[in-house]
């Protein structure tokens, strides 16, 4: 449980315009889908997948480093990893079974010959994506554990798109029609808090002495 005083004591250290910044991203944050990316060699790639769920609003991402170790390259993902929660794996089932245990479908993002065209998914589910190696593409544990399989349409001679332009086209086509619908799509109002409080205490770099003193003058 938040302590509401605190945060309103905490945040009164920022500026009023990135106090209302905070507000109105939080109100497009959304854990009805988010995101899963599988041994990702290329680490700009992980990065840029993570930088993509800020912009349209995935909380959560979850990296799997069952072969591949990952670091958040800062330049390529621009401060989003301070903004969006990065969940770690060793193996790609543990992953996949805390999804489920959450509610999730699993969705694999594959061309191959069963997989649901982007424009025909069904969104009444929620629902975690996840990505594959550069090459290979995803593991036979996603592909055999998955509920469905996603493609995104190519009417070229190339027959892939690079991961992290995968996961923008999906991320914008999917968040920007959840957020016409009638789900429950949004935040609860003490996630909310707990992100608020989590963002201040990120920016604010004596904030835990901001946070001591404040238990002194309320003992």
Same mark, same amino acid.
């Given at each position: 449980?938040?302590?509401?005083?605190? /945060?309103?004591? /905490?945040?009164?250290?920022?500026?009023?315009? *990135?106090?209302?910044?905070?507000?109105?991203?939080?109100?497009?944050?959304?854990?009805?889908?988010?995101?899963?990316? %599988?041994?990702?060699?290329?680490?700009?790639?992980? @990065?840029?997948?993570? *930088? @993509?769920?800020?912009?349209?609003?995935?909380?959560?991402?979850?990296?799997?480093?069952? +072969?591949?170790?990952?670091?958040?390259?800062? %330049?390529?993902?621009?401060?989003?990893? $301070?903004?969006? &929660?990065?969940?770690?794996?060793?193996?790609? =089932?543990?992953?996949?079974?805390?999804? =489920?245990? $959450?509610?999730?479908?699993?969705?694999?993002?594959?061309?191959? &010959?069963? !997989?649901?065209?982007? #424009?025909?998914?069904?969104?009444? $589910?929620? !629902?975690?994506?996840?990505?594959?190696?550069?090459? #290979?593409?995803? @593991?036979?544990?996603?592909?055999?554990?998955?509920?469905?399989?996603?493609?995104?349409?190519?009417?070229?001679?190339?027959?892939?798109?690079?991961? !992290?332009? !995968?996961?923008? +086209?999906?991320?914008?086509?999917?968040?920007?029609?959840?957020? +016409?619908?009638?789900?429950?799509?949004? /935040?609860?109002?003490?996630?909310?808090?707990?992100?608020?409080? &989590?963002?201040? #205490?990120?920016?604010?770099? @004596?904030? $835990? #002495?901001?946070?001591? *003193?404040?238990?002194?003058?309320? =003992?």
């Amino acid at each position: 449980m938040i302590d509401y005083k605190l /945060l309103e004591y /905490l945040e009164s250290f920022l500026t009023p315009r *990135r106090l209302e910044l905070y507000k109105k991203v939080i109100e497009q944050r959304t854990n009805y889908f988010t995101v899963a990316v %599988e041994d990702v060699y290329q680490l700009h790639n992980t @990065s840029a997948v993570i *930088r @993509s769920c800020d912009i349209f609003g995935i909380q959560n991402v979850h990296v799997i480093e069952e +072969i591949n170790a990952k670091r958040i390259d800062r %330049e390529i993902a621009m401060g989003a990893q $301070k903004w969006v &929660d990065i969940n770690r794996y060793t193996t790609t =089932k543990e992953c996949i079974t805390t999804l =489920k245990n $959450k509610g999730y479908q699993i969705v694999a993002t594959t061309p191959n &010959d069963n !997989s649901v065209e982007l #424009k025909d998914f069904d969104m009444t $589910k929620p !629902s975690a994506f996840f990505f594959g190696q550069e090459q #290979k593409g995803l @593991s036979d544990t996603v592909l055999n554990l998955a509920d469905i399989n996603l493609h995104i349409p190519m009417v070229g001679f190339t027959e892939s798109l690079n991961i !992290s332009v !995968s996961a923008a +086209i999906i991320l914008q086509h999917v968040t920007s029609i959840l957020r +016409i619908s009638n789900f429950d799509w949004q /935040l609860s109002e003490e996630e909310k808090l707990e992100k608020r409080m &989590d963002w201040a #205490k990120k920016v604010i770099k @004596s904030h $835990k #002495k901001i946070i001591a *003193r404040y238990g002194e003058e309320n =003992k």
